[in-house]
């Protein structure tokens, strides 16, 4: 086996060990807390295993909980490359999703083949500007990304608000604020009768040539060499911040995917809450895997079913919804107290 190869698979196997450590404690220490809670905690991690692997459904659902996940944690995970911290994925998404339904309406009688392209341009093109606000910024040294990407956050969906509530507010929806339904040529196909959409191809497609461009492209060495050491880089003559704008502006495009496949797949129209906190589920994910592709598909498998788990924790426990939460801040803490401890012990 070449030695390439050969170290590839021992950083996958201590990464998918990890993995599991971390999944292991955090999942115990979060039964500690429902058995003090007065729940049963190997009845709710049953019915959670057979609700998202006893069915094609809760299998599907799962899916498409992965499917926002992965493009947003990409979105996260290229800029940290170069050591610029995107937090704005959630931001990016919703202008990906306002943008996506500028152009539905807009081209409505275009037919599906000229359309989909169009619309999947129009959501990257629309996560990839709004990024590309706090690169400027941060480019100019007046603001710092890790500030600007995350009171983005917070006007993106303002903006959604304004329209869905104003000129593209549905007149058939007058108790809830939506856009006009798309037409059908505007919706991605979906697959197996299922929620699945092609958006888990466009997220697979992303992680593939994210992957390839670090591991394998002059454009993947000079991001860890900027990474690495930005002055370094510099006095080679690496241009850091056209890197820097161009990683912002392609990371946020991701996100933009991510939202423009929620509105032409699952919603069907532009609605106030796009996402239930996907980008920043997503920077999570990212920062737990390591920014590595492999490590982004598990943890988003694994943040995908601590999702489904709080659905199905709702009807037979009783518990709200929002006990995942706990469950994602557990798994944080336990990371930050495995890097506290392994940096202690170095």
């Known amino acids: 086996m070449p030695l390439d190869a050969a170290a590839l698979l021992q950083r996958a196997s201590i990464r998918a060990k990890t993995v599991a450590l971390v999944a292991a404690v955090a999942l115990g220490l979060f039964a500690t807390l429902l058995a003090a809670a007065g729940k049963d905690p190997l009845k709710a991690y049953a019915d959670t295993l057979v609700y998202v692997f006893g069915n094609a459904y809760g299998f599907s659902e799962l899916l498409v909980r992965m499917i926002p996940l992965l493009l947003t944690a990409v979105a996260a995970a290229l800029p940290a490359r170069i050591g610029i911290i995107n937090v704005g994925a959630e931001g990016q998404l919703y202008m990906g999703a306002w943008l996506t339904t500028a152009g539905a309406l807009a081209f409505s009688e275009q037919p599906a083949f000229v ?38 956050n917070y006007v993106a969906p303002l903006i959604v608000s304004y329209f869905i509530f104003g000129p593209w507010r549905s007149q058939e929806s007058s108790a809830y604020p939506e856009s006009p339904a798309f037409v059908d040529a505007a919706r991605l196909p979906t697959f197996f009768h299922s929620r699945v959409h092609l958006g888990l191809a466009f997220a697979l497609a992303v992680l593939i040539l994210y992957s390839l461009a670090m591991a394998r492209t002059r454009f993947g060495l000079d991001m860890r060499a900027i990474g690495g050491n930005p002055e370094a880089a510099r006095r080679l003559g690496i241009p850091i911040v056209r890197y820097m704008l161009i990683v912002m502006f392609i990371g946020g495009g991701v996100a933009g995917l991510a939202g423009m496949a929620e509105v032409t797949a699952i919603q069907g ?61 557990v798994i944080l803490f336990v990371v930050l107290g495995r890097q506290a401890a392994g940096s202690a012990a170095r």
Request: charged residues 5%; neutral net charge; glycine residues 12%.
């Open 115 to 152: 359309l989909v392209p169009l619309l999947t341009v129009l959501g990257f093109i629309g996560g990839g500007l709004w990024a590309l606000i706090a690169g400027l910024l941060r480019a100019l040294r007046l603001v710092n990304e890790t500030i600007s990407t995350l009171v983005l």
């Open 269 to 329: 129209r532009l609605v106030a809450e796009v996402s239930p906190g996907y980008g920043f589920m997503g920077f999570l994910v990212s920062w737990l895997a390591s920014n590595s592709a492999g490590g982004i598909v598990i943890m988003s498998f694994l943040f995908a079913l601590i999702s489904s788990a709080g659905d199905i924790l709702q009807i037979t426990q009783g518990l709200p919804s929002a006990v995942v939460n706990i469950l994602m801040a």
